[in-house]
């Protein structure tokens, strides 16, 4: 091959190789699409449009990506032009030929990007997607319109709601891309390029389906996305692919794509999407420790819970408790998930027996002496626990990191137990610990630089993010979650019933009420721990729950009653005799509790403890109370989490409404306006 003409100004290079443009999108660090990308592009589509020695061209990217997608951060406000719909017009334009040749992530407008080109040559590595709806909008360059006439109306109604990412192969079944590179990416694509005619996507028809087929599509991504907007508006742009002329349903889609944009659901989203990734952002710095083998004691729910996270992503484990019983019920626990797996399609046999093989127990401390991390899930007890950590630290090696999964303890007070305190962080799992997607990652007074980063690091392996945390009882999470879920007692202490309570935060986005996961979790370990720590917080009425044997699903009976055979609550007018009672005792006067009220106090409860952990330092930025209680606690994504919420606010209201709560807050953060950094809303 030779180049005629180089031209490396700006972020879109121009080489002319073999009679084709090759244009060269080189913005880093992900090669997002941002204005300059767009005008470069453009501005390479005219001058190969106009080069009478130019027979076709090539978009191309860098090895990490073709184009990952659009830049977010130009979506809060008017796009600058040229916007993505005028750069696919100019390459559809063009009398020559335009080929993409994608690597890497090729999501979003990356995608829509290169279904506006000619043909589509892929690396075989190369995933593509349209992950917009995820972020609370449509595709709006043309995105809902191109795919369907490639893939047909039910299969992208299923692409675009879910957001799926399709690898090189499947998107070649899909005849989203023409050809999976062999070889040199861009050879081939100059190859595909010299022999290939125009073909513009939105001049095709979409292929026809049994109706029955596009509606059963478009039911179940309504039913799973629970009736979002922004998933009602991608099946009706997509259906208009079908029935409508492509230049309205095009203007149609960007429309929506603008409306939704702009709206708060997708503020939230970007809000969440920008945090999560900030995360433990100074805790990155320092180099983390290798580990291929991780210890875990415990073999109980969490323990196996870890134990899987790590062996699904690629670790050997040595899982130890006190007895072969214990291990071989943790070993059950491992196998039984993986089964499910391979049932559902998720892996085959010889994938399960990879990772069964990874797995070796023992009741023998000394069979941690290889390992670089340990973990300790035991009972949450802290001479158990001290013991353990004392037992871990004489078995390992001088390097190897220890950790514990503790929920309340104070970490600084274990640390003490070990020779060197540095060594200790907490790995705080949530339960499924192998599902979840965030880590809370304790640091300690005494925690070492290179342990927290070794643990910052191994949760981005796992794939969780990671949130830092200072050591202070329940951390951030559980600390925050324990106020809404006091506020939530104390409304029907005052008057609500625990269904209406549910009922409530339900409606506002909550996955479950409070009191339904209360009874789900068990209401014994509360409990438990208000008993052995008093002034944690009082509770009366799951006190008396408690003592009247109620301890929620486990029991049949907690703040609800339940069948048998069933986990659905059923409504308990005890509960109800119970709470009355109890009211009388204290002298409190019941009253009606609106709906209204109890989503705003049990949001403002949030709020409140949120500024006082950023206050005290425990959490180090308060978009971290966000990404922490939308991903470990249900929180509704599509709400940003208490601190977007709180920053939506008039903070004067806020301020007057904390206030009023007074006492019934337990303590009143000084200055919530520590949550008001409005850089990330
Ligand atoms: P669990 O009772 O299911 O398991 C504990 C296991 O530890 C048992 O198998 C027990 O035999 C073993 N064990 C006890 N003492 C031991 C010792 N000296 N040596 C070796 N093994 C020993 O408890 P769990 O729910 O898995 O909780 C474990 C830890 O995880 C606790 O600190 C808990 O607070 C924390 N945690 C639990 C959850 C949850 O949802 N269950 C969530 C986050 C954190």
Redesign the pocket.
């Known amino acids: 091959m030779t180049a005629t003409v180089t031209d490396q100004a700006g972020v879109v290079g121009y080489d002319v190789v073999d009679g084709v443009a090759v244009l060269r999108i080189v913005n880093p660090p992900v090669n997002s699409s941002t204005v300059a990308v767009r005008q470069g592009v453009t501005e390479g589509i005219r001058r190969a449009s106009a080069d009478a020695a130019v027979v076709a061209v090539v978009l191309i990217g860098t090895d990490r990506a073709f184009v990952t997608g659009s830049d977010l951060r130009e979506f809060d406000g008017p796009l600058p032009d040229p916007q993505l719909p005028s750069v696919i017009r100019a390459i559809e334009q063009s009398p020559k030929t335009v080929v993409a040749a994608l690597t890497g992530p090729v999501l979003g407008g990356g995608l829509e990007l290169a279904l506006g080109c000619d043909a589509r040559v892929a690396h075989p590595t190369t995933v593509v997607g349209l992950p917009e709806v995820s972020l609370g909008m449509i595709p709006g360059a043309g995105g809902t319109q191109r795919l369907p006439r490639l893939v047909g109306a039910a299969r992208a109604i299923q692409i675009v709601c879910s957001g799926a990412r399709l690898g090189a192969a499947t998107a070649l079944e899909a005849g989203i891309v023409d050809v999976v590179a062999e070889g040199d990416l861009l050879e081939q694509a100059i190859a595909h390029a010299r022999s290939a005619s125009k073909r513009l996507l939105i001049d095709l028809p979409v292929p026809a389906e049994s109706p029955g087929a596009v509606e059963a599509a478009a039911a179940e991504q309504l039913r799973k996305g629970r009736g979002r907007p922004q998933v009602v508006a991608a099946v009706g742009a997509i259906l208009m692919a079908v029935s409508v002329a492509a230049p309205a349903a095009l203007r149609h889609e960007r429309a929506e794509f603008d409306r939704l944009r702009l709206g708060r659901e997708a503020r939230a989203l970007r809000h969440l999407f920008f945090s999560g990734r900030a995360t433990a952002r100074e805790y990155r710095k320092d180099a983390a420790k290798d580990v291929t083998t991780v210890g875990v004691?415990?073999?109980?729910?969490?323990?196996s819970g870890i134990a899987r996270s790590f062996v699904d992503h690629g670790f050997s484990v040595v899982l130890?408790?006190?007895d072969d019983a214990?291990t071989s019920r943790?070993v059950e626990r491992l196998v039984s998930g993986w089964q499910r797996a391979v049932r559902s399609g998720g892996m085959d046999d010889t994938e399960l027996q990879r990772r069964r093989d990874r797995v070796t127990t023992s009741t023998s401390f000394d069979a941690l002496g290889g390992c670089d991390l340990v973990i300790e899930?035991?009972?949450?007890d802290a001479a158990?626990?001290s013991?353990?950590l004392r037992r871990i630290e004489d078995a390992v090696g001088p390097d190897a990191v220890i950790a514990t999964?503790?929920?309340?303890l104070d970490l600084d007070a274990l640390a003490q137990q070990l020779q060197a305190p540095h060594r200790l962080v907490g790995m705080?799992?949530?339960?499924p610990a192998h599902a979840t997607k965030v880590l809370e990652i304790v640091r300690g007074a005494e925690s070492g630089s290179a342990e927290i980063a070794t643990a910052v690091s191994l949760a981005r392996v796992l794939g969780k993010t990671p949130i830092v945390s200072g050591v202070g009882f329940g951390f951030i999470g559980n600390r925050v979650f324990a106020a809404y879920r006091r506020q939530c007692e104390l409304m029907v202490l005052e008057g609500a019933l625990p269904h209406q309570v549910d009922a409530a935060l339900q409606e506002f986005g909550f996955a479950m009420g409070p009191f339904a996961v209360a009874d789900m979790?068990g209401l014994d370990i509360a409990w438990n721990m208000r008993k052995s720590r008093p002034g944690t917080g009082d509770a009366v009425i799951a006190d008396r729950l408690c003592e009247a044997g109620r301890f929620g699903q486990k029991t049949g009976a907690g703040w609800y009653r339940y069948r048998s055979d069933s986990t659905e609550p059923i409504v308990d007018h005890e509960v109800e005799a119970l709470v009355e009672r109890t009211a009388q005792d204290l002298g409190v006067t019941r009253r009606p509790i609106s709906a209204g009220e109890i989503v705003r106090r049990a949001l403002l409860a949030m709020v409140n403890e949120a500024a006082q952990a950023v206050s005290e330092g425990v959490a180090s930025s308060a978009s971290d109370v966000d990404v922490m209680l939308t991903l470990g606690y249900g929180f509704p994504k599509h709400e940003g989490g208490p601190v977007f919420w709180y920053r939506q606010e008039d903070p004067v209201v806020v301020d007057e409404e904390l206030r009023q709560l007074g006492d019934r807050l337990g303590r009143v953060s000084d200055d919530v306006s520590v949550l008001a950094d409005r850089t990330t809303a």
């Open positions: 004691i415990g073999a109980g729910t969490m323990g130890v408790d006190t214990a943790g899930a035991v009972f949450e158990v626990k013991d353990v999964n503790t929920s309340y705080h799992f949530f339960s979790s």
